[in-house]
């Protein structure tokens, strides 16, 4: 091999504000090309990681002549649309988004890169059965290349947050796919519930734990940012919320969440919340929680997230002989609600429950666009939502990388979306680490680009 190691070059498909790309930056990979259909992702982007970044529908004429014109590069990355596969969403078989992925199949195809990188939620390969995932594998084969996927957990990368996603890596059928190194986590990672099914997709839990570091977690990242302070960078939160849950803010306690469909020690119960919900007699309380004790067992129903009771099982559970005046009681009060005749718990509906405020001590639940609306998470210690610089961190973006750039309740907004759908930076880090080790060892790079690796720079990656 060379003394000399060419600069690669980059070509980022759906790259939103950059969270994947931002490890290749750091490497000095030469992004060439970058592009999303969304004005705020690239205005961010450019500002902090590369000026060539383009608002684009990739589905466009506009795009298909660019991709023409470059001609070729060494890696395309791509963090297709996951919207239909998400599990925090509906699932739609005809999501136009998830076909997406086709654009970045004819980019491939065109450009022919040694190598490519591609991201998505773990949804990917539960829903639909998995088809998805056989025709992109399928797809990328047909074309030359031949692809592997892992499911990683970023907190494996020192990302003090839970946040499972499929990578694919794509090798050109002319290069030996074997001499490349999935990267290795560097933090522990532990099965949560319902993830042991899926863990046969790849390294997420197989490595030594010994040679691992511990779990990074929420403390670690943000626990000297508890105050709000405009002089840090976008350390601010939107105010959007209606002040009377202040109420229900100070009934949520660490690892505690507003959830009546769960009979659990971490769940608050609307009715624990008379100030916001309204107040009941105890003979009401008996009968919520009669209920919530016993609407998931299998012998009342087969409905998986719990079954709605009649008044002659509600009678024999609590021990109260006349029910009905109370349960109309409660269904006045939205404290219960009517299911073809027997009933059921309201409020709090869905199961993952709302007002989350998670320990400092454990790493965060996945990042999400909706992290500034403290209906939905809550700070550890203060009545607040997360800040937007702290959920930037708990994503593992630096402090320099700016979300905002005025003082605007919209692009603040704009900023906690880009965040949470962004690719962990640690993770994309790593990901440009093995590629280039991989590119360093195996391929020889076509000259033309003005700017070299030395020997001294490769083996330091």
């Known amino acids: 091999m ?33 592009c999303d259909n969304d004005p705020a992702a690239v205005a961010v982007y450019k500002k902090n990681i590369d000026e060539r970044a383009y608002v684009r529908d990739v589905t466009s004429d506009e795009f298909h002549a660019e991709m023409k014109a470059l001609g070729s590069c060494d890696i395309i990355l791509g963090g297709f649309p996951c919207q239909g596969f998400s599990k925090a969403g509906p699932k739609k078989h005809d ?33 639909f059965k998995g088809a998805y995932l056989e025709a992109i594998v399928k797809d990328f084969k047909d074309i030359g290349y031949r692809v592997e996927y892992r499911l990683f ?43 042991a099914a899926i863990a046969d997709l ?34 601010r939160v939107t105010y959007a919320w209606n002040d009377a849950w202040s109420s229900i803010f100070a009934k949520i306690g660490p690892g505690q969440k507003l959830c009546n469909v769960r009979h659990s020690p971490t769940s608050v119960y609307t009715w624990n919340i008379p100030e916001y919900f309204g107040h009941i007699n105890d003979t009401e309380r008996c009968i919520l929680e009669t209920i919530g004790k016993n609407r998931r067992h299998k012998k009342y129903g087969s409905i998986p997230n719990g079954n709605p009771l009649s008044i002659e099982v509600i009678k024999e559970l609590s ?23 027997k009933f059921d718990l309201k409020g709090a509906m869905f199961c993952s429950g709302l007002y989350k405020r998670p320990d400092w ?86 000259a033309g680009i003005s700017r070299t690796f030395s020997r001294r720079e490769v083996e330091r990656v």
């Open 95 to 127: 999501d136009i988004r998830n076909l997406l992925y086709l654009e970045m199949h004819s980019a491939v195809n065109r450009l022919k890169p040694k190598l490519f990188l591609a991201e998505n939620v773990d949804g990917l390969s539960q829903n």
């Open 202 to 235: 790849g390294d997420l839990f197989s490595q030594e734990r010994q040679t691992l570091l511990p779990a990074r977690t929420i403390r670690d990242s943000i626990g000297d940012l508890i105050q709000l302070n405009s002089k840090i960078a976008d350390h």
């Open 153 to 195: 957990d970023s907190v494996g990368f020192g990302v003090p947050q839970h946040r499972r996603r499929i990578y694919f890596i794509g090798i050109r059928d002319d290069l030996l796919f074997d001499n490349f190194k999935w990267p290795e986590f560097t933090h522990l990672s532990q099965s949560r519930n319902g993830e």
């Open 361 to 446: 001590d454990t790493p965060s639940s996945t990042v999400l666009t909706n992290f500034h609306n403290p209906r939905y998470f809550l700070h550890p210690e203060e009545n607040r939502p997360f800040s937007l610089r702290e959920c930037a961190r708990l994503q593992g973006f630096p402090d320099d990388f700016l979300f905002t750039f005025g003082s605007s309740e919209r692009e603040l907004v704009d900023g906690y979306r880009l965040v949470g759908n962004a690719v962990s930076p640690p993770v994309g880090r790593a990901f440009a680490k093995a590629i280039f080790k991989y590119l360093s060892k195996e391929v020889k790079i076509e």
């Open 2 to 34: 060379s003394s000399l190691v060419q600069k690669p070059t980059v070509v980022s498909l759906f790259a939103g504000c950059g969270g994947l790309d931002v490890g290749f930056k750091e490497l000095d990979y030469d992004l060439i090309y970058a």
């Open 319 to 341: 021990g109260i002989k006349s029910v009905t005046r109370h349960i109309d009681s409660l269904l006045a009060k939205g404290y219960l609600k009517d299911v073809d005749g």
